[in-house]
């Protein structure tokens, strides 16, 4: 159960990212639209070492063949998308965001509505196995689907009026403040860098695994695979297990809260 309802969440959470930088893509010719690199890339979806762990046969999972290889296409198929992105990113750079989005907005709108139909299958298919996690998780599924078909066909639905990025606030993240992620981390306590793990986050917090001693109420550098670092204190620790408060709260619309 703890591994099919991570398994859930990071494909939820990649699939409503695919969304929202897709509905940014397709409001490239609206004259307030989001386009730069600084409000896009956060969005962006990266694949979770949960996934790398699954694609190499790491992982006990009650999923069939059939759902695993879905999900792990899923996280694959994005990486056209984000090299169309990183690409654009280059030229906006160098020529400016203006001429860079018009010269881009083709092939960019092609990979991303392309992600968006990838990420509509993986939903897809991971809700036929939804009946054993909380019903939040379905009704999760049901506003995704309806989303990225709006999003594959043109729609930008997760952009407002003023053409800022918006995430719906789906009923998982609603009902559930903690977010499973289950990812590698290196913790830095005391001056020293050591190798942990991270459970979940909250907008307040990490609860870490596999921690070295860490003294209650010090301070603790925290790096993610992706490169993000969070400073915080430490709140507990339990032998090998650890909670840290972040020095600042995430906001709503963190990617590491979407879900």
């Not at 897709?22 to 989001?34: G, K, V």
Request: charged share 20%; net charge negative; glycine share 6%.
């Amino acid at each position: 159960m703890p591994v099919l309802e991570a398994l859930v969440c990071e494909t939820h959470a990649a699939a409503l990212l695919t969304a929202t930088i897709a509905s940014a893509i397709n409001a490239f010719r609206r004259e307030h639209s989001e386009r730069g690199e600084a409000s896009l890339k956060p969005y962006v979806p990266r694949e979770p070492a949960l996934i790398s762990v699954l694609r190499n046969g790491m992982l006990e999972t009650n999923l069939d063949e059939d759902t695993v290889g879905v999900i792990a296409d899923f996280f694959d198929d994005l990486a056209p998308a984000r090299i169309a992105l990183d690409q654009y990113f280059a030229d906006a750079n160098h020529i400016g965001i203006e001429r860079a989005s018009v010269l881009h907005q083709l092939a960019l709108s092609n990979a991303w509505r392309r992600a968006c139909e990838n990420a509509l299958v993986a939903v897809r298919q991971v809700h036929g196995h939804l009946g054993q996690l909380p019903a939040q998780y379905t009704s999760n599924s049901r506003l995704l689907i309806d989303l990225l078909q709006e999003v594959a066909q043109g729609g930008s639905p997760c952009v407002d009026e003023q053409g800022n990025l918006h995430l719906p606030d789906l009923p998982q993240r609603r009902r559930s403040a903690r977010r499973t992620i289950c990812q590698p981390c290196t913790i830095t306590h005391n001056g020293v860098a050591a190798t942990a793990f991270v459970r979940d986050v909250s907008p307040g917090g990490f609860g870490l695994e596999r921690v070295p001693p860490l003294d209650p109420k010090s301070l603790v550098l925290i790096e993610l695979p992706s490169g993000r670092k969070f400073t915080g204190v430490v709140a507990w620790c339990n032998g090998y297990a650890a909670g840290v408060r972040f020095s600042r709260t995430l906001l709503p619309n963190d990617p590491l809260l979407v879900g």
